[in-house]
Every structure is written in structure tokens, then in C-alpha cells.
């Protein structure tokens, strides 16, 4: 049994509790205690049913397994095997396809909203370019005029 | 190949009080207590080909039951209003927590409780199991510094709270 050790001296000896007397007192009230009664049965019942369950889903696989593998089966045992495995897989097939479905359609939908945004921008960009030309142009003439210059039309 | 039925049964019955004082004493709790104690002998079945000796198995549970324990507390700790109801329900079903006021055992547990986590740890290994600093560090994996820290800081609160609450420990001054 180790002793207790020192791992810190108090502050103030005389209005702190004594150390050693504080460690015997911790050793003594952690005593270890006992485990609540029918503890280890109801962990080996926990073990036996935890056994119990591996083995019937390994049971369950490998029979499937070997029967689909097989051809000389009897087409009942086929069918039973068919119908008990793939309920819980197919499930998860359809919910992955539906996920992988929704996905596209979004990454779809998304493209096609940036492709909407950047044609309006760049139509904005265009009017605009086109009413600063126009402006230019106008201004221009409006000077040539004052200047005397005619131009046709 | 996993450990036998009646090597499993053999070993519970030598290690279950150590697992589920541990597990008590760091979760806080008689439920969680067990049902973390559940857990790690499951693990143990389950592990056991690769654990070769009693010493070994020891170490082994010391340390999945400080984890798992710690894990329970920490999920515990994330409901505070469940726990409370669960740790006041637990006080007043328990007639081990329902020892008189003036046993000295029982108001440093309650004290043990309120400490933080790491602190707790350290001190439950220290005075329930007997490790020693490096043992102890060797368990949680951390430094030994870490854990001689641990300990000085568990001690040092423990004293103050036990300076305020057990009047009865405080040395009159001279």
C-alpha cells in the first residue's frame, strides 16, 4: 500500500486543514465500495445477449451469402433469404439515391441561377456601355455644331 | 479468441468493485455508475485475447473505466437540469449517501464531487487506488508534472472547502 505524500505544504498551518490528516481521511472515505447486487450476472447477461446477436447477424450473412453463391438451392430457401436480407439495404440504397438525386438537382439548380445572374450583369454592363457611347456621341456633335461643322443628317 | 465464460465471470467478480467505485466516484452517480461498469467488461470480453496478465487487465480497466466514466460526465455535463434532477434523485434514493451529516467520509465525498474533472481524477487514482504520481500518469497518459499538479490543486481545494464546511477539521490556532 502507498503511503500518502506530501504534494503540498498549507498555506497557513494553523487555520488549514492538516494535510496528512486531510490524505488518511481521503483514503479512508474512497474506500472502495461494492457493486450494486446482481452486478455480475447482468453484465453476463449483457455478454450472452450481446453473443447471441453477433451470431445471428453473422448466421444471417453467411447463409445469404452462401445461398446466393449456391444454384442447386431449393427455390424457397432462395426466396426467404431474398426477402429477409435486402429490406433494410434497400431502404438505404433508395434513401442514398434520393440524397444523391437531390444533390445534382440543387448543384443544378445553383449553376443555373450564377449563368442567369452573370447573363443580366453582363446586359447591364452592355446598356450601359451603349448609353455612355450614345452620350459621347451626342456631346461630340453638339460641339461640332457650335463650331460650324455640319454634318450630314 | 474471447475470454470464456467462466474466466469473464471470475474476472468480474475480482475487478467489479474497483470498476464501479471508479466509475461512482468520477461520473457521480449510481446509474451512470453502472452502467458505464456494464460497458467496460463488455470491452473487456470482447478485448480479452490481447490482455496477458492480471496486471495487465487491472491497468487496462483502471484506465477504459476512468474514460468511459470521464465521457459520462462530460455528456452529463451538457444537460446541467437532467443532471441535477438525476443527481438529487440519485442522493435520496441512496442510503449510502444517506449517512448522518457528521460522518467525516461521506461530506469528503460530497466535496469530491464539486471538484473539477482532471482534479477529481487524480485524486480518485490517488487515495482509492493507491497510484502513485507516475503510475497514474503512466494511466491517463499525461506528464507527471501534470498530474503531481493535479493532485496539489485537488488537495488545496479540498482543504479550503473542507476549512469552510467541516469546522471540526480546522486546527484551533494556539
Known sequence: MNQPEEFNQPEEPLAELEQKELERELMQALRPVAAPEG?????????????SESKS???????????????SESAPARFRVIAMRPRPRLWASAAIAAALLAGVFIVEQTHLRRQREEAELAQQQFEAALRITGETLEQTRRQLQQAGVQLGN | MPIGNDEFRRLIETHQRMVF???????????TAEEVSQDVFLELHRSGERLVSEDHIRFWLRR????????????????????AEEWIDDRHSDPGWQRAASDVGARLEDLLRALPEPLRVAIVLRYQEEMLPDEIALLLGQPVATVKSHLQRGLKLLRRKAAITMKEYVREPA
Open chain 1, 39 to 51: 452486478f455480475a450476472q447482468r453484465t453476463l447477461a449483457r455478454v450472452l445477449e450481446s453473443n
Open chain 1, 57 to 71: 447477424e453473422s448466421n444471417s450473412e453467411s447463409n445469404s451469402e452462401s445461398k446466393s453463391e449456391s444454384k
Open chain 2, 21 to 31: 467505485s471508479l466509475a461512482l466516484r468520477i461520473a457521480g452517480e449510481r446509474p
Open chain 2, 64 to 83: 477504459v473505466t476512468v474514460h468511459r466514466a470521464t465521457d459520462a460526465l462530460r455528456r452529463r455535463a451538457l444537460r446541467p437540469e437532467a443532471a
